[in-house]
């Protein structure tokens, strides 16, 4: 079974610029997670959707980030303009379902962004 | 609010010493209690999990037990290998309310041979 998939796995731009992600979940899920983890704390959920419909953007700064999951299968992150604090691995993940205690999540292997 | 506290790293250990990362929380509800691995170069896996107060998660040696009365889930291997250098995450969702899981700050081991 093929995991979650991300690209770019690196990337770098200067401030101001913008930026996508792109996440294939793992085919079946329902439920599609972007996570921000900067260095030296642990992940962080920006949204989450449940096909595709968001469930929880409390989290997420809209001012500068969107994140759409169109079809309810594959996932993008964009940031606009970038900050030098959003420099930071973003992590994609999937479960089945809905409800992270009774469903694991399964983890990408993150794109890691630097803004100079 | 819900949070998630480890021991801080870098751990360094040699092969075959026992290991312990200390992880700590604090829940507004009854949470359910992970810990995570992310190997070099790789995503965050799920090593283990437990649901509710006493119950012992197990995995590739390593356990840790749900202590309600103490509030944490302590991760513990016996004998340490050269192969379990990696982060190490621990991390808790609410069964009730906003299903979000919460991550410690990770704790760095590595294991020298």
């Known amino acids: 079974e093929a995991g979650v998939a991300q690209s770019p796995r690196y990337k770098i731009i200067e401030k101001r610029q913008s930026v996508a992600f792109w996440c294939n979940p793992i085919?079946?899920?329902?439920?599609l997670y972007w996570y921000q983890q900067i260095l030296g704390q642990g992940p962080k959920l920006l949204i989450q959707?449940?096909?595709?419909?968001?469930?929880?953007d409390s989290q997420l700064p809209k001012d500068r980030f969107s994140a759409e999951r169109l079809k309810g299968v594959d996932s993008t992150l964009k940031i606009q303009p970038a900050k030098l604090e959003d420099s930071a691995v973003y992590l994609c993940?999937?479960?089945?379902?809905?409800?992270?205690?009774?469903?694991?999540?399964?983890f990408g292997p993150g794109t890691r962004l630097t803004v100079t | 609010g819900n949070s998630v506290t480890q021991m801080e790293g870098p751990v360094t250990l040699s092969e075959e010493a026992f290991l312990t990362i200390n992880c700590t929380y604090t829940?507004?509800?009854?949470?359910?209690l992970f810990w995570y691995v992310q190997y070099p170069g790789e995503g965050l896996q799920l090593l283990l999990k437990?649901?509710?107060?006493?119950d012992k998660g197990s995995n590739k040696g390593f356990e840790a037990t749900y202590r309600k009365e103490t509030t944490s889930f302590h991760l513990e291997k016996g004998s340490v290998q050269v192969s379990d250098s990696a982060v190490y995450f621990c991390?808790?969702?609410?069964?009730?309310?906003?299903?979000?899981?919460?991550f410690g700050q990770g704790t760095r081991l590595t294991i020298n041979p």
């Open positions: 993940a999937s479960s089945i379902g809905e409800g992270g205690w009774s469903y694991e999540q399964y």
């Open positions: 085919s079946g899920h329902a439920t």
């Open positions: 959707f449940q096909n595709n419909g968001v469930v929880d």
């Open positions: 829940a507004t509800g009854y949470p359910s």
């Open positions: 437990a649901t509710k107060a006493d």
């Open positions: 991390a808790l969702i609410l069964v009730q309310g906003a299903q979000k899981l919460v």
